[in-house]
């Protein structure tokens, strides 16, 4: 019989549901609806295993209120995104989140467009994995699926990374199949090597009903952050609909993954 390094055996994926887009939709009226604690509060009910948020600087969707009422108001470890600022790392010094995920972020970019560039802000970087791990957060960089990156992000001592899933997804929805699948041969590689060096690796960006079963399937994979495509999903299905079926596909894609092995 072989021996499965530990590293790359398939694992329980856990779901990270991002509620940002709720606030979105509840600050284009101003107010207090709909509130992505309470959209927090279904995720969790409908199999959220952690709840994921991104202060942005330009608060355009979550605030600091918002991640001190979602701390009252759910159990799930709590997973911020940031910018590597002062700002945001007094906000989660002080509201201590289960983990941080460390995110590139330029004001003008609609969303976070690619990974954090931590090959060549290395240095820019890393007093914020200190500092943040000092604080008993765990600690994340959102990075592209890349090699380089992947060993970078280990240099630095982040325990975890998160391989930006965005350029995959995308590729997928616009049904050019070949660019998918070699996006999709770039995640399984980068997932390999961060796991083969000890890192815990999450996904996510712009995952879809459609795009989560082969995101699913890399067996080093063991969370997934996903967001946008629920809220919007929402609107035709409920919140917690969506959310209960993207846990029942990812569990799927998972399962199967085990069962080939
Ligand atoms: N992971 C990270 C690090 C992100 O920045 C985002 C977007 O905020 C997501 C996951 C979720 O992406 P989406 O909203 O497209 O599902």
Do not use: K
């Not at 906000?91 to 004001?107: D, F, G, K, S, Y």
């Amino acid at each position: 019989m072989s021996v499965v390094p530990i590293a790359s055996q398939p694992q329980f994926l856990r779901l990270g549901v991002n509620i940002d887009h709720v606030a979105t939709i509840r600050n284009a009226r101003g107010g207090l609806h709909p509130d992505p604690v309470r959209a927090a509060q279904v995720a969790a009910e409908a199999g959220a295993d952690g709840i994921t948020l991104h202060i942005r600087e330009d608060r355009r969707h979550v605030r600091e209120d918002d991640l001190i009422r979602l701390a009252l108001a759910v159990s799930q470890p709590i997973n911020l995104e940031m910018a590597c600022t002062d700002e945001m790392l007094a906000i989660a010094v002080r509201a201590r989140p289960h983990a941080v995920c460390l995110v590139p972020e330029r004001r003008e970019e609609r969303t976070t467009e690619g990974g954090l560039d931590v090959a060549r802000h290395h240095s820019a970087v890393a007093p914020f994995v200190r500092t943040l791990s000092d604080a008993g957060a765990r600690v994340s960089l959102f990075i592209d699926p890349h090699p380089v990156q992947v060993a970078v992000a280990q240099a630095l001592g982040a325990p975890v990374v998160e391989l930006h899933t965005g350029a995959f997804c995308e590729a997928l929805a616009l049904g050019d199949v070949t660019r998918a699948e070699r996006e999709l041969g770039l995640l399984r590689e980068a997932a390999a090597l961060g796991a083969e060096r000890g890192l815990e690796i999450h996904a996510g960006h712009g995952i879809t009903f459609e795009s989560v079963g082969p995101v699913a399937a890399i067996p080093q994979i063991s969370e997934l952050n996903i967001g946008h495509f629920l809220v919007g999903e929402a609107i035709f299905i409920g919140f917690e609909g969506a959310v209960r079926r993207m846990r029942s596909l990812m569990d799927q894609a998972r399962a199967g993954a085990i069962a080939a092995e």
